[in-house]
Nanobody
Framework: QVQLVESGGGLVEAGGSLTLSCAAS????????MGWYRQAPGKQRELVAS???????NYADAVKTRFTISRDNAKKTVYLQMNSLKPEDTADYYC???????????WGQGTQVTVSS
């Protein structure tokens, strides 16, 4: 059974940095995409960034100059380095694993990021 465990959220002042980590456990196909989504109160969940198993990345326009996604395939872990954080980055951040064969989607439990002004 695949499980995703996030860590690294917290409270930070505007302009600060945080790094989120998400470790996957269990077996899954090597053709996959890992990513981060976020959901602010009263808003829909939105993609922040994703990275394929071949390290092709995709970013939301709002974060592409400030956030960096990376992964360690040997550790089955994806990271999100967040710099120059803004109050509007405040949200619950969710790790996602999408496995191409079979179109399987897995989610972490979420980690809260709060950016104070």
């Amino acid at each position: 059974q695949v499980q995703l465990v996030e860590s690294g959220g917290g409270l930070v002042e505007a302009g600060g940095s945080l790094t989120l980590s998400c470790a996957a456990s269990g077996s899954f196909h090597r053709l996959n995409r890992m990513g981060w989504y976020r959901q602010a109160p009263g808003k829909q969940r939105e993609l922040v960034a994703s990275i394929t198993s071949e390290s092709s990345t995709n970013y939301a326009d709002a974060v592409k100059t400030r956030f960096t996604i990376s992964r360690d395939n040997a550790k089955k872990t994806v990271y999100l380095q967040m710099n120059s954080l803004k109050p509007e980055d405040t949200a619950d951040y969710y790790c996602n694993l999408y496995v191409l064969p079979g179109n399987r989607n897995y989610w972490g439990q979420g980690t809260q990021v709060t950016v104070s002004s």
